[in-house]
């Protein structure tokens, strides 16, 4: 394929771990695509980072008696953490508090500055008097004017999704403290500004072509935003945490968290490029024109992210210049818990350290990807992941893997035997195998992570029906060699399937991997059946996956 695949996933805040929403909205399927277009031969870069600026960070770190440094360090720690345990296969994971990011963002403000589209002027801020601080966006809260919801932020409603100011809520308060004591506020204060109308004609243009690929409401919803006009947008704040502003005479206020947060894409492939010794190579992937293979930026977030990543950051692309805009935002909707949106402020919801411990990686990795909300909001429940577990990881996909691996130790001495001529059941499993990569693989490419899953189960359901129809625990009563060839292949089968499964099940795939005999890393093998030679002698297996037992499900 050679292209060279860009995956850029959203930067979580550094003011508490992850929860399972946030993987099964940008994070898995991020690592599931990575891992499967390095595979199929592609060239990739995959970044993130820990997003660590802000005043939330900063009210909190003084509630602690800690810097806000401090208090990055520790979550940005145990962010890292849970990426390791659940196999992300990173190429850089930073965070937004490196000289390069302040470096980079920076010079993004005074390109965009230089050409026009940033300009100074005064606005309406929130100050609350009693916490005697102006307030950022999200910690203003009130009655959406459109809707009428009534737990609106002050930078976008969540019911509605439309993005807002704090001048527009209705009853404002401050959701520090509520405001009880004295009233909200809103003082003039001079800030900074993108320029968005500006570059509203080169974004319909941009998105009006070749978006045929996008998910309809993802591609939708920048159309309504473009539709109802753009407004110019602050991009600076007052405090005194976070991008410094590179010029004199404002050292009291800083560039605002959202504007930095997405150049961190930008600033981590640099990061990378730096960190490997080859400090042109993140070129590759963001200059027109400088690869010789195609060049697809992949941004993988959640719908709340939907206006930062198809409106504003292409804009500032657009305005900096001579800059690769997104190929695809594949916005997955909400994973909701127990019917509501998954909100750390608000307690709802089920940390993905604490899973990981419990169950494992490949599980929870299994049930995400099954139930991911592509289309639609799904709901995540401890008893519908552990039956997804024991009726199709163990019952499917772990059954006939440990069948075949056992009954070859105990019929052949774990010796792969010499098959005969295949039969046409033999040619057509095998044909099966080949028809799974290519489906797979399709599905994947396409962001259709929940189809590809199930692509890669239809063929090992397929196996399953092979091996019963075939019956070599009969066989091997009247023709050893006959079922010596239905084992032959169904290891074939299997081998395939530990490369089906691997991007999705990352510690299964290199198990089953020692299993089949192979050395090495399976994500570094081609996206192709591969064949086990006979008289190949392999190693006793293990049960893929463990069953989990109604007493393990009640302690969840």
Known sequence: ???????????????????????????????????????????????????EHGTPILVESERLGITPREFVANYHQQICEVWDQLGMSWDLYTETGTANHYRITQDFFLTLYEKGYIFKDSMQSAYCPTDRRFLPDRYVEGTCPLCGYTEARGDQCDNCGHTLDPVDLIDAKCRLCGSKQSKLEMRMTEHFFLDLPKLQEPLLAWLSEGKEHWRPNTLAFAMNWLKEGLRARAITRDLDWGVPIPLEGYEDKRIYVWFDAVIGYFSASVEWAEKRGTPEAWKNWWIPGLSESEVKPYYFIGKDNIPFHTIIWPAMLL?????????????????????????????????????????????????????????????????????????????????????????????????????LPLRDADKEILAELEHGFAQVGKYISQCH????????????????????????????????EAAGTTIYVMLQVISGLRLLFCPYLP???????????????????????????????LPKPAPLFPKIEEPIAAEK
């Open 449 to 480: 992570f929940k189809e590809g899953l199930n692509a890669a189960m239809i063929v090992a359901r397929a196996a399953n029906r092979y091996l019963d129809e075939q019956a070599p625990w009969k066989q091997i009563k009247v023709d050893r």
């Open 1 to 51: 394929m050679n292209e060279h695949i860009l995956v850029c996933v959203a930067w979580p805040y550094a003011k508490t771990s992850t929860h399972v929403g946030q993987v099964a909205g940008a994070y898995l399927p991020a690592d599931t695509f990575a891992r499967y277009h390095r595979m199929a031969g592609n060239q990739v870069l995959m970044v993130s980072g820990s997003d």
């Open 319 to 419: 305005g900096y210049g001579n800059r690769i805009l997104p190929f695809d935002v594949p916005a997955n909707e909400f994973m909701t818990m127990s019917g509501a949106k998954a909100s750390s402020s608000r307690g709802n919801v089920i940390w993905t350290k604490d899973v990981l411990e419990k169950y494992g990686a490949d599980m929870l990795r299994y049930y995400l990807s099954a139930t991911a909300p592509e289309g639609r909001d799904t709901d995540f429940t401890f008893d519908e992941m552990i039956r997804r577990n024991n009726d199709e990881l163990v019952a499917t996909y772990g059954n006939v893997v440990h069948r075949t691996l056992t009954f070859l130790q105990s019929k052949f001495g774990g010796v792969i035997p010499q098959p």
């Open 507 to 537: 510690f299964s795939s290199q198990k089953l991997h020692g299993y089949l005999g192979f050395e090495g890393d399976v994500s570094a093998q081609p996206w192709q059946p591969v064949e086990i030679p006979a008289g190949t002698t």
